[in-house]
């Protein structure tokens, strides 16, 4: 595995008890998505996760070792940890003095920092901005030069905190494709928090649902979004290709033998519907 949490309990010096007993298990590979609410917790267990904040309770692990024992370094090359709003991320003059902030940290020589920033902005397609001053980027290249910046410190893992939000529909189609093919080509784990379910049938290998800072349910999306009664406690929704199917199962008579969750699912599952209808009236 190369993200463990194991009991993780997290209490806000007010009280609030934002995590209560979080256990979770990423493979290398994965693309995971931690799928809650608002206020469920989502934040506060990335933070914990990435050592910003540490858990009362509990234990994180990385790669198989506890992040305790991590020096800030260390940690910092295998887990990248991109924020919700990019304007906390994102401090130097201009993008490229931005991306190259973390290998400079790590005292890399000067080509090879050159190396990395030119690398992390083509991988992420903004080369061209690379002396751009960072307030003139749109909100869509600010999240890429954020992501960027992570790229750049070669981390095994990114941890994406809601990385559509804010963004329009294709501005956030295109963070989506472009997570994908991080995870894909350069083979790196990824897990992003959301409230956006329909996101999660069309991305996820695995998906945790999080709510009142515990993991209700986990499993492939099709195992989770079968549980609909947990989905909906955990004031979430189906996704609505699985609504539809699930209107067409009990109004319609429509035979199905699993929910769709996405149109392409719904497709098949419609035309071989239809098709049976048509070869029982013929017989
Ligand atoms: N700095 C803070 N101090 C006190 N409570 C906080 C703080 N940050 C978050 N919380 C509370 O912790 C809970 C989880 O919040 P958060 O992790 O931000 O959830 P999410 O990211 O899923 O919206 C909420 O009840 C929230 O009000
Ligand atoms: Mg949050």
Redesign the pocket.
């Known amino acids: 595995m190369i993200l463990e949490a194991q009991q993780v309990h997290?209490t806000?010096?007010?009280?609030?008890?934002?995590?209560n007993g979080i256990d979770l298990a990423i493979p290398k590979g994965q693309f995971a998505i931690l799928l809650?609410?608002?206020?469920?917790?989502?934040?506060?267990?990335?933070?914990v996760i990435t050592g910003l904040l540490k858990p009362g309770r509990g234990a994180v692990l990385v790669d198989g070792r506890p992040i305790r024992e991590y020096s800030k370094e260390e940690l910092y090359r295998k887990v990248g940890f991109v924020f919700?709003d990019p304007n906390d991320q994102l401090f130097a003059p201009t993008v490229g003095e931005d991306v190259a902030f973390g290998p400079v940290n790590l005292k890399l020589d000067p080509a090879e920092v050159a190396r990395r920033v030119k690398a992390a902005l083509e991988m992420v397609g903004i080369p061209h901005l690379i002396n751009k001053p960072i307030h003139y980027l749109s909100f869509g290249q600010k999240k890429r030069a954020a992501i960027a910046g992570v790229l750049a410190m070669k981390p095994d893992i990114i941890i994406l905190?809601?990385p559509t939000a804010g963004l329009d529909p294709a501005g956030a189609r295109e963070i989506m494709r472009l997570l994908v093919k991080l995870n894909k080509e350069e083979r790196i784990t990824m897990f992003m928090?959301t409230?956006d379910v329909d996101l999660v049938p069309l991305y996820a290998d695995r998906v945790f649902i999080?709510f009142d800072?515990r993991i209700l349910l986990a499993g492939s999306p099709h195992e989770v979004f079968n549980q609909k009664e947990l989905v909906r406690n955990a004031h979430l929704r189906l996704p609505r290709v699985a609504h539809l199917g699930e209107i067409l199962f009990k109004k319609d008579n429509l035979v199905i033998d699993k929910l769709p969750l996405t149109i392409g699912e719904a497709r098949r599952m419609v035309i071989s519907a239809v098709k049976g209808e048509g070869e029982n009236y013929a017989r």
């Open positions: 997290y806000y010096s007010d009280g609030t008890n934002a995590l809650g609410p608002n206020g469920s917790g989502k934040t506060t267990l990335f933070k919700q905190d809601e928090a409230h999080l800072g």
